[in-house]
Structure formats: structure tokens, C-alpha cells
């Protein structure tokens, strides 16, 4: 919120948790899919091991991401 004028503050504070919360009802809804491995009757071990590997693979790529894009700060 630091880098936003402080006339668009609430704004960007609006868009951020809009974002926010349908990114974890879009997780929700596709991790709970996986879990349930598409048959439809209920929980699947397979689904769960594929719904880790896919949220461990997410993380790394958000985190490389991260270190890539973000600025750094010099020292001195």
C-alpha cells in the first residue's frame, strides 16, 4: 500500500482483498477437486498427493517469481 497515492489507498486496499478472496475460493474449489480425485465419491488419496504436488510446484514458481520481480534494497 505504500507505493499507492494516498487519494487511491482505498481503492488499491479493495482491489487487493477482492483478489485475495477469490484467489482462496478459486484454491478452495480446485484443491477440493483434486482431493475428491473426480469421482465424486469423496476423499482419494491419489488427489491428495496431487493437490500437494501441485500447490508445493505453486509455491516454488511464486516464490522464484518473487525473487525475480521484486526490487532489492542496496546496502551501503
Known sequence: MDS???ARAGTASGLLNAFRQTGGALAVAL????????????????????????????????????AWALPRKKEG
Open 4 to 6: 499507492v497515492p494516498a
Open 31 to 66: 484443491f477440493g477437486s483434486l482431493i475428491a480425485g473426480g469421482a465424486g465419491d469423496g476423499f482419494s488419496l491419489g488427489g491428495m498427493r496431487t493437490s500437494l504436488i501441485v500447490a508445493g510446484g505453486l509455491l516454488c514458481v511464486t516464490a522464484a517469481l518473487a
